[in-house]
Structures are given as structure tokens and as C-alpha cells.
């Protein structure tokens, strides 16, 4: 079976502070994939990142970077000098069958100004 | 490219009616799931289509179910309801592995269904 977990569950932060998600993840497939995904109040998951179980490489993107590693089963992500449009529900999820993705309960990150 | 449609956005309904949520996937996509999100419960996969077949199924009641259509666009159906179906439902598309898919979603803004 696979499972995600977000021990965070909110954080909150000042204006271009930065903050790393952290996500542990359980899978017993050697191939799979790895998200995040931003929900903003609309609704709407929208994806971010996605890693596969072969690819450690990280990987910075903008203010945007993330942190894999197999030995620990985790796929973190850091914001740099956070905004408050980043504020918004994270998911991290696990994919090891196209049609089936497992979440995590996600993780609430409030940016205040 | 248009992006993942869903409708309603908004529906409330009463306890023991029933009701049918609308997604019409991404243009090319032919895979389509539905996740139900609760405060309490988080993301649920309640099951994925894929021509027409449902391929995945979650752990959710016989009261809970889908179809699709050969345009890929997929309806979902909760009959009897109960209060504990009050949420967000969300479709999202994809292609499979074998067309090339890495598994990332797209999803649609997710139909908001309240029962009293």
C-alpha cells in the first residue's frame, strides 16, 4: 500500500521568510512518481513539481526548490523568500499507477505581509 | 488549451437525493479520476476511467459511482446521500505511462457539494 505523510499541517510565515514541506512518503514499487501540487482558495490543485523514483537530482526552480532523497524516503520543498501569494493548501503525492495518485493530507502555509 | 471543466461548482442537495457531477477532461487526456476532499479526510481517490472502463477503484460505498463516455468526458453519481458527503469533488485528467504520461494531474476547480 502506499502512503504520504505531511506532518506539518500549517505553517505560517512572514513576508520573504523562507520555509521548507516536508513529505515522507511509503511505497514498495521501485518505479514511481513524486508531486506537489498547490491548492489556492479557488479550489483547484494545481501541479508543481514531479520527480521520478530514478531521478534524486534536485532541482531549484525561482524562489521554488525541492529535495529528494530515496535513502529517506522524502520529498521536501522550500520556498525562498516567501510571498504572500504563496499562501495556499500543499499536497505532496505519490504516484506509482497513472490513474491512481496517493496524497497527503497537505499542509496549510499561510505567508503574512 | 482549455483546461479541466467541471459542473456544477456549486449544488446543495438533501439528505437521501441523489446527484451527478460533470468533467470534461483535457482535450487529448483519456483518463479521468475523482477525488472526493473533506477537512477531516483529505484527498480520496474515489476511482479513475480510462476508455470508458473504470480501471481504479477507492474505498468508498456502492453509492458512489461513474461512467464515461467515448468523448472522454466522465460523469460521477452519489445516490442516497448522506451529511457525510458534504464536499469538494475533484476530477482531474491525464494521459497513462504507456502514452508517455508521467503521472502528474490536472485538475479541474472541483464541484462543491453540500447535503443538509
Known amino acids: 500500500a502506499q502512503k504520504v505523510t505531511q506532518a506539518q499541517t500549517e505553517i505560517s510565515v512572514v513576508e520573504k521568510e523562507d520555509v521548507t514541506l516536508d513529505c515522507v512518503y511509503e511505497t514498495r514499487d521501485t518505479t514511481y512518481y513524486l508531486f506537489w501540487y498547490k491548492q489556492p482558495p479557488s479550489g483547484e490543485l494545481v501541479f508543481l513539481i514531479r520527480?521520478?523514483?530514478?531521478?534524486?537530482q534536485n532541482e531549484i526552480s525561482g524562489r521554488y526548490s525541492w529535495n529528494f532523497q530515496k535513502s529517506t524516503s522524502s520529498f521536501n520543498f522550500t520556498i525562498t523568500a516567501s510571498q504572500v501569494v504563496d499562501s495556499a493548501v500543499y499536497f505532496c503525492?505519490?504516484?506509482?499507477?497513472?490513474?491512481?495518485?496517493?496524497f497527503g493530507d497537505g499542509t496549510t502555509l499561510t505567508v503574512k505581509p | 488549451k482549455a483546461g479541466v471543466t467541471q459542473t456544477p461548482r456549486y449544488l446543495i442537495k438533501t439528505r437521501g437525493q441523489q446527484v451527478t457531477l460533470s468533467c470534461s477532461p483535457i482535450s487529448g487526456h483519456r483518463s479521468v479520476s475523482w477525488y472526493q476532499q473533506t477537512p477531516g479526510q483529505g484527498l480520496q481517490f474515489l476511482f479513475e476511467?480510462?476508455?470508458?472502463?473504470?480501471?481504479n477503484k477507492g474505498n468508498f460505498p456502492g453509492r458512489f459511482s461513474g461512467r464515461q463516455f467515448s468523448n472522454s468526458r466522465s460523469e460521477m453519481n452519489v445516490s442516497t446521500l448522506e451529511l457525510g458527503d458534504s464536499a469538494l469533488y475533484l476530477c482531474a485528467s491525464s494521459f497513462r505511462f504507456w502514452q508517455g504520461s508521467t503521472g502528474e494531474l490536472f485538475f479541474g476547480e472541483g464541484s462543491r457539494l453540500t447535503v443538509l
Open positions: 476511467y480510462f476508455s470508458e472502463t473504470q480501471r
Open positions: 503525492a505519490l504516484n506509482t499507477n497513472a490513474g491512481k495518485s496517493t
Open positions: 520527480r521520478n523514483s530514478f531521478d534524486e
